[in-house]
């Protein structure tokens, strides 16, 4: 899956700190295509490789931002939902038809609609296939932010430039640290080796000459 390999790419360049995840057109994705899989003997091969995809991009080290420019549906709205941010334009809908065709949505997306969202309204997305507006999608969460279309793309690079000035050890450190704590699964020995190894890193030395040089940090990512 072309994804899954741009993924794989992008978790091991320490020279990418945030991306920046669009569609043209009119919606963003109507997800998963279900007619790829209907016809093979057995289909949940290959629908194993679509939560393999979003449970990568969950798990990137960099900040991921997500600009929907219209609408999402399906899977897609569980690609959104693995970003860490997500903005919206007021012609934003969601609409996750797996229980009208008889699928049952995999268990990784599960944790992370009820994580994000909340288990009520997880509940009114996949078991009555509720279709929410953008108005819906901000007051659960699921966005952070509407903003009109011609706003949407420099609202994201806004974000990601954000990002890129801090230091890249600590918020990928604290990014995997709180995504762990969402799913329950947390580590707690390895997240206090991270936070002694951030303890050590010349960005943290630089953090704090910068602090006390009143100047902007130039910070390295070691």
Request: contains cysteine; neutral net charge.
């Amino acid at each position: 899956m072309a994804l899954y390999s741009l993924w794989s790419g992008l978790a091991s360049d320490r020279s990418v700190n945030a991306i920046v995840l669009t569609a043209r057109g009119k919606h963003f994705s109507s997800g998963f295509d279900l007619n790829e899989v209907v016809d093979e003997v057995d289909p949940t091969t290959s629908v194993a490789a679509f939560p393999k995809m979003i449970d990568a991009l969950e798990n990137l080290p960099q900040v991921t931002i997500c600009a929907l420019n219209g609408g999402v549906y399906g899977g897609a709205t569980d690609l959104a939902l693995a970003c860490d941010f997500r903005f919206g334009v007021p012609s934003c809908e969601m609409f996750i038809p797996a229980a009208r065709l008889g699928v049952q949505y995999f268990s990784g997306g599960l944790r992370r609609y009820v994580s994000r969202v909340g288990l009520n309204n997880a509940k009114r997305l996949l078991l009555l296939a509720e279709k929410f507006d953008a108005d819906e999608m901000l007051s659960i969460g699921y966005l952070d932010r509407v903003v009109p279309s011609e706003q949407l793309m420099a609202l994201a690079l806004a974000t990601a430039q954000q990002v890129d000035a801090l230091a890249p050890l600590a918020v990928t450190g604290m990014k995997l640290a709180l995504n762990a704590f969402a799913a329950g699964n947390v580590d707690e020995g390895a997240a206090r080796a991270q936070e002694a190894a951030v303890f050590q890193s010349m960005d943290f030395k630089e953090g704090v000459a910068a602090w006390r040089q009143k100047r902007k940090p130039v910070f390295k990512g070691c």
